[in-house]
């Protein structure tokens, strides 16, 4: 990662910015969401590899910084929402897509499952993110 | 599978609030399909999107809208080698690639 971070700050110009995207695992909450209301039915559980990749990803920042690379200007968390139309279809998803570093424990599972099925006509299984976005500026 | 993503429509707002791609040459690494290369190319004056992922690449190729195809370009890379002369961009973009 920091020898990509390298090679990033060679080819921006002098000033140029980086923008560093990207989601940060923090047991997302898991929703049933319908037009008239949107509860929470429980919380991803977090497998230690992923959790190691954010820590990866923010010590090369780290040392980006320390080595005079980039300079941080700014930084923020946002939501970013996955929306399904079932929790069978989130499920499906979350055991295919992301199951090296996230799972869906029974308890979250059944309490979705029946929010969704007591919910509006038109609720959906969403899982909400927790989204980080960082501007750095090029170092001298 | 109905499956949408970013339903509040987050990751653009924030993109803009971060960065001025008007007029800007924008790495983009870690492009996969284009999905986040669609939020803001055609502001800029030149997009480079960049992954590993043939596949991926190839939708976003296709994907690509024809009147923009001049100056959004996808190319197969690590970004360990980027394949370009030094001070090239405004602006690099890692999406979700960190």
Request: hydrophobic share 40%; aromatic share 10%; charged share 30%.
């Amino acid at each position: 990662m920091v020898h990509a971070l390298s090679e990033i700050r060679r080819v921006l110009i002098p000033n140029g910015i980086l923008i560093d995207l990207r989601p940060m695992l923090s047991r997302w909450e898991v929703e049933v969401a319908s037009a008239r209301e949107t509860n929470v039915t429980g919380r991803v559980n977090d497998f230690e590899i992923g959790v190691a990749d954010d820590t990866a990803a923010n010590r090369s920042m780290a040392e980006a910084e320390s080595n005079g690379w980039f300079v941080r200007e700014r930084e923020e968390f946002f939501p970013y929402v996955y929306s399904w139309d079932t929790p069978h279809e989130m499920e499906e998803w979350i055991n295919e897509e992301w199951n090296d570093f996230i799972e869906l424990d029974e308890e979250a599972t059944h309490a979705t499952r029946s929010a969704w099925a007591l919910s509006d006509g038109d609720a959906r299984a969403q899982l909400r993110m927790k989204m980080l976005i960082a501007r750095w500026r090029k170092g001298e | 599978m109905t499956l949408q993503k970013d339903i509040e429509g987050n990751e653009k707002k924030y993109l803009h609030e971060f960065a001025d791609f008007k007029g800007k040459r924008v790495l983009e690494i870690g492009c996969g399909e284009g999905r986040l290369t669609w939020q803001y190319a055609n502001a800029s004056s030149l997009t480079i999107g960049l992954d590993s992922d043939h596949d991926a690449l190839r939708v976003a190729s296709i994907d690509a809208p024809h009147d923009r195809k001049h100056k959004i370009h996808f190319a197969c890379a690590e970004a360990e080698h980027l394949p370009f002369s030094k001070e090239t961009f405004d602006i690099a973009v890692l999406a979700w690639s960190l």
